[in-house]
């Protein structure tokens, strides 16, 4: 099969690889038809995330046809229309038994906090990910679910994690009627946990970034009221002049650690395993919050961070929530919200791109050009 292969920081190319096979009698084989670039996959991407291998393919967000499942698997059967979540998980584990499927403690050697994700280096359990014709599903009776009738290719593969990360972003935010919500970073993450807060009671959603097209789309996507942080020498003191000066109620982040990174990062990636980074949003939103108000943070960060402003977050009895979504735990009420008209995740695709040009999907997509939001990868017709 044909599928994006990692070589190094920077450096992803497309390649022959050999079929995934079924190594364990609840395998299925799914023939991917949609997948996405994820801005975490950035991360792995500028080699700033511990233990990516050479020879790794990317991708956590794809659906796909089943293509072969294994003797056990009794709630797939060939040809079904699949979308599969980012999460890796056993289904009765403890963690998972409590619908924490993102803290699976089964599918992991490193499994002390998270579980296994698609294609996101052996930190996550060394899974190859979706952004190939064909990839292995683990835990295909518990995992993958058909796709409704009436949802849409490019819906589902949203609803896989940007959806679901955004949605759930918003409901740890544990929105109150009326609160003033501020989102940090307005990538897909962060435009749907803008579009989220709303549905969940908030009265007044805030979006910052520095991105004017990105800006753009969190007032026509979102309904948000928008912020340049470049136009502003200190974010924290305006977000104060805009709240009656006690900051707001519920933040956001949906940025984590900077995905370019510094020299000193990709060292500690590279030579120890480390994946450093300055947590700006993290304390952005530490700083903006009211006292007694609520934190989540949706953005990816590494095992290792400095320079967190705890020390303010417990003088101000904040309440700090987070956690890699647990996806399908989310998907029941997101399909209705989709069916309803509620959410339209696919109206952030800015890009199609072919698998075979993916390596010039992630420079685009790194390097922000094109104004692109979310990347789909479609594999060839053949496949």
């Given at each position: 099969?044909?599928?994006?292969?990692?070589?190094?920081?920077?450096r992803?190319?497309?390649?022959?690889?050999?079929?995934?096979?079924?190594?364990?009698?609840?395998?299925?084989?799914?023939?991917?038809?949609?997948?996405?670039?994820?801005?975490?996959?950035?991360?792995?991407?500028?080699?700033?995330?511990?233990?990516?291998?050479?020879?790794?393919?990317?991708g956590?967000?794809?659906?796909?046809?089943?293509?072969?499942?294994?003797?056990?698997?009794?709630n797939?059967?060939?040809?079904?229309?699949v979308?599969?979540?980012?999460?890796i998980?056993?289904?009765?584990?403890?963690?998972?038994?409590?619908?924490?499927?993102?803290n699976?403690?089964?599918?992991?050697?490193?499994?002390?906090?998270?579980?296994?994700?698609?294609?996101?280096?052996?930190?996550?359990?060394?899974?190859?990910?979706?952004?190939?014709?064909y990839?292995?599903?683990?835990?295909?009776?518990?995992?993958?679910?058909?796709?409704?009738?009436?949802?849409?290719?490019?819906?589902?593969?949203?609803?896989?994690?940007?959806t679901?990360?955004?949605?759930?972003?918003?409901?740890?935010?544990?929105?109150?009627?009326?609160?003033?919500?501020?989102?940090?970073?307005?990538g897909?993450?962060?435009?749907?946990?803008?579009?989220?807060?709303w549905?969940?009671?908030?009265?007044?959603?805030?979006?910052?970034?520095?991105?004017?097209?990105?800006?753009?789309?969190a007032?026509?996507?979102?309904?948000?009221e928008?912020?340049?942080?470049?136009?502003?020498?200190?974010?924290?003191?305006?977000?104060?002049?805009?709240t009656?000066?006690?900051g707001?109620?519920?933040?956001?982040?949906?940025?984590?650690?900077?995905?370019?990174?510094?020299?000193?990062?990709?060292?500690?990636?590279a030579?120890?395993?480390?994946q450093?980074?300055?947590?700006?949003a993290?304390?952005?939103?530490i700083?903006?919050v009211?006292?007694?108000?609520?934190?989540?943070?949706?953005?990816?960060?590494?095992?290792?961070?400095?320079?967190v402003?705890?020390?303010?977050a417990?003088?101000?009895?904040?309440?700090?929530r987070?956690?890699?979504?647990?996806?399908?735990?989310?998907?029941?009420?997101?399909?209705e919200?989709?069916?309803?008209?509620?959410?339209?995740?696919?109206?952030?695709?800015?890009?199609?791109?072919?698998?075979?040009?993916?390596?010039?999907?992630?420079?685009?997509?790194?390097?922000?050009?094109?104004?692109c939001?979310?990347?789909?990868?479609?594999?060839?017709?053949s496949?």
């Open positions: 099969m044909r599928a994006m292969v990692y070589r190094g920081p920077y992803v190319r497309v390649e022959e690889k050999d079929m995934p096979p079924i190594e364990h009698p609840n395998d299925a084989i799914v023939r991917v038809t949609l997948a996405a670039i994820c801005g975490s996959d950035l991360h792995l991407y500028h080699g700033l995330m511990p233990d990516t291998r050479v020879g790794t393919t990317f956590h967000e794809f659906i796909g046809v089943v293509e072969e499942v294994g003797p056990s698997v009794q797939l059967k060939r040809g079904d229309r979308m599969v979540p980012f999460n998980f056993c289904g009765s584990c403890f963690f998972c038994a409590r619908g924490l499927q993102s699976c403690h089964n599918v992991n050697p490193n499994a002390t906090a998270v579980g296994g994700i698609y294609g996101y280096s052996h930190t996550t359990g060394g899974y190859d990910g979706g952004q190939a014709e990839v292995r599903v683990p835990f295909a009776d518990v995992g993958p679910s058909l796709i409704p009738e009436w949802m849409s290719d490019e819906d589902a593969v949203l609803l896989t994690d940007a679901a990360t955004g949605y759930f972003g918003a409901q740890l935010g544990d929105i109150s009627e009326g609160d003033v919500v501020v989102v940090f970073g307005a897909p993450v962060g435009l749907i946990a803008a579009q989220s807060s549905l969940m009671g908030a009265g007044r959603v805030i979006v910052i970034d520095h991105l004017e097209y990105r800006l753009e789309k007032r026509t996507f979102a309904h948000a928008t912020y340049n942080f470049t136009e502003y020498d200190d974010i924290v003191v305006h977000m104060k002049k805009i009656d000066h006690l707001a109620d519920v933040a956001i982040d949906a940025v984590g650690a900077e995905a370019d990174g510094n020299l000193l990062q990709h060292v500690t990636a030579k120890f395993k480390l450093g980074g300055s947590p700006v993290l304390n952005w939103a700083d903006s009211r006292k007694g108000g609520t934190i989540s943070v949706m953005g990816a960060y590494g095992p290792i961070f400095t320079a402003k705890f020390g303010d417990l003088n101000k009895g904040l309440t700090l987070m956690n890699q979504a647990p996806v399908k735990r989310q998907w029941p009420r997101l399909f919200h989709v069916r309803n008209g509620y959410l339209k995740p696919s109206e952030l695709v800015t890009h199609r791109i072919p698998l075979e040009h993916i390596a010039e999907g992630y420079h685009m997509m790194s390097a922000k050009l094109d104004n939001i979310k990347p789909l990868i479609v594999p060839s017709p496949s």
